[in-house]
C-alpha cells in the first residue's frame, strides 16, 4: 500500500464497515435537511465490495433541478462539511469533510447526467468483479505513480472510467469519480 502525505494519495484494503458509515451519515443528512427533499447515495470505490479504496466515504445526493441551492449547502455546512463550490465540474458542488478526510459529498441535479454517471459507473463495477479488479490493480498502479498528486491520480483514471460508461452506454461528461 502506497504511503503519502495527509493529502496524497493512500490506498486501504476494503472495510466492511464503510456501508455502514455511509448510511449513519445518511441519517445524519437526512435528519440536518429536514423537509428538502434529496436522493442519497454511496458511491465512489468505497461502494464497491472488495475494491481498493482511499478510506473516505463518497456520498451523492440528488436534489430537485428547480430547487434553491443555498438551504442544502447551508444544511450541510452545519454539519461540518466544508463547501468548495463546483471545483472543475459545472452542474457539481462539492463538499468534504474531516482532517484527515472522511467524507466527500457531491450535491448535483437528481436523475442528471451527473447522478445517472456515477450510479451506473457503481453498478457497473458491483456487477462485474473482473471489472473491478482491473480498477483496483490501475489505482493501486496510479497511487504509486502519482502518491503526492490527487489531480494527475484523478485524471489518470479518466480513460478507464470513460471505457466503462461508453460500454455501459452512460454519458461521459463526469469522469472525476
Known amino acids: 500500500m502506497p504511503a503519502s502525505s495527509s493529502d496524497g494519495i ?22 440536518a435537511l429536514g423537509g428538502l427533499q434529496a436522493e442519497i447515495e454511496h458511491i465512489g470505490s468505497t461502494a464497491i465490495p472488495g475494491l481498493v479504496a482511499k478510506p473516505v ?33 459545472p452542474g457539481r458542488h462539492y463538499f468534504r469533510r474531516g482532517r484527515p478526510r472522511t467524507h466527500h459529498l457531491h450535491l448535483v441535479p437528481y436523475g442528471g447526467d451527473l447522478w445517472r454517471n456515477h450510479l451506473r459507473f457503481r453498478d457497473h463495477l458491483r456487477a462485474d468483479p473482473a ?10 498502479r496510479l497511487a504509486a505513480q502519482f502518491a503526492e498528486d490527487r489531480v494527475a491520480y484523478t485524471d489518470a483514471k479518466a480513460p478507464f472510467i470513460t471505457r466503462v460508461l461508453r460500454a455501459s452506454t452512460i454519458d461521459t461528461e ?4
Not at 493512500?10 to 445518511?26: C, G, I, K, N
Open 10 to 31: 493512500v490506498l486501504t484494503e476494503y472495510d466492511p464497515s464503510w456501508p455502514a458509515q455511509f448510511a449513519a451519515e445518511r441519517t445524519r443528512i437526512l435528519a
Open 57 to 89: 466515504i463518497d456520498i451523492m445526493i440528488g436534489r430537485p433541478t428547480e430547487s434553491e441551492l443555498r438551504p442544502y449547502i447551508d444544511a450541510l455546512q452545519r454539519l461540518g462539511y466544508e463547501y468548495r463550490g463546483q471545483s472543475g465540474i
Open 131 to 140: 471489472l473491478a479488479a482491473e480498477y483496483a490493480a490501475l489505482k493501486r
Open 174 to 177: 463526469d469522469r472525476s469519480f
